[in-house]
Every structure is written in C-alpha cells, then in structure tokens.
C-alpha cells in the first residue's frame, strides 16, 4: 500500500516536471544571473545612442585581451572580425538572457547562452590567465570556484529549457512554438 502510495505521488511529480522544471530554470536564471549578464553588456557600449554599433574601447579588452596587448592597446589596429564579435558578444548579453526570461524562443536561446558561457570561461582561462582557485577543481570539496564550479552550474540550469523547452508560462507557449503537452 505504501509502496503503491509512491509510486503514484512519483508518476504526479514526473508528470508535472516537464511544466514546473523549465519555469523554475527561467525563474532562477531571472533572479541570479540576468542583471550579471547585463551590466556586463553594459561595460561593453560605447558613448552615446551610437553605443550598441560603436563598442567600447573595455569591449576589446575584456573579450581579446591578448589582440589588444598585440597591437599595443591601439585598438585601430584591430579589425572587422574584432569588432564584429565584440558586437555579436554584447548584444548577445542583453537578447539571449531577455528571450530566455520571457520563454520565447527559448531553446535557442538557452543553447545560444550555454555557448556564450563556454567561449567566456575560455576567454577567461586563455585571454585572461584566470587560474588557479579562480578557476577551481572539480570534486574538491570548495564550490565556489568562479570557472569549474559556477559555471557548470549555470550551463545545467540552462540546459534545462534547453532540453525540456520554455515550461507552462512562456512567450513560446502564447504564440504556439510549444505545444502545451511538452
């Protein structure tokens, strides 16, 4: 009886998760790590309302710290592919966490963040030289670590809506690209 008890509260759980899993992500994603994404994005604008097609002279040194150092912190030194990505990188830092906190299109979204997490943490690792407890060990016993640590976690929250699609309330939902049974 209680085994059948169970079983029946795990089939309710299992059943709901689909629903509840995804906006919960959404939800945290939302509280923890949206305005990081944006500030960040922020440092990178330049001046004025030409800002978000003009990126910052910081925009190049966070993102090629090494290309920078290159052409001696002469940043007409770098080019179109330079300032393209940094384009791409910033704007990225205020669409993607928008769409996924919205839950519209949010698959993509969510493997275009998970993306951007991983090309961070390689820009820090290799452009910036993070190392060390910074960088941190899996299995070590001190979860803190700024690479290994947070943002495996941030890449397991993301891949939540990645694979179980936006949740009950979502953008994508409203204008049909999930369908309700996902």
Avoid: C, N
């Avoid at 179109?80 to 830092?93: N, S």
């Avoid at 947070?150 to 699609?165: C, K, S, T, Y």
């Amino acid at each position: 009886m209680i085994l059948s008890a169970h079983a029946s509260a795990a089939r309710h759980v299992s059943a709901a998760a689909p629903a509840i899993l995804p906006l919960a992500a959404r939800a945290v994603f939302a509280g923890v790590l949206l305005l990081f994404f944006w500030r960040s994005g922020l440092t990178k604008l330049g001046d004025g309302i030409l800002g978000l097609f003009r990126p910052s002279d910081g925009a190049y040194i966070q993102i090629f710290p090494k290309a920078v150092e290159a052409a001696g912190y002469d940043f007409s030194q770098l080019g179109t592919f330079h300032t393209l990505v940094v384009l791409a990188g910033t704007w990225a830092e205020f669409i993607l966490p928008a769409l996924i906190v919205l839950g519209l299109a949010t698959r993509l979204a969510a493997l275009g963040m998970i993306g951007f997490v991983v090309v961070m943490s390689l820009t820090d690792v290799y452009g910036h030289g993070v190392a060390g407890a910074d960088l941190g060990a899996w299995f070590d016993g001190a979860p803190g670590a700024l690479i290994l640590d947070q943002r495996a976690l941030w890449i397991v929250l993301l891949a939540v809506p990645l694979l179980l699609g936006p949740g009950a309330l979502s953008l994508d939902r409203v204008i049909g690209l999930e369908r309700r049974d996902a």
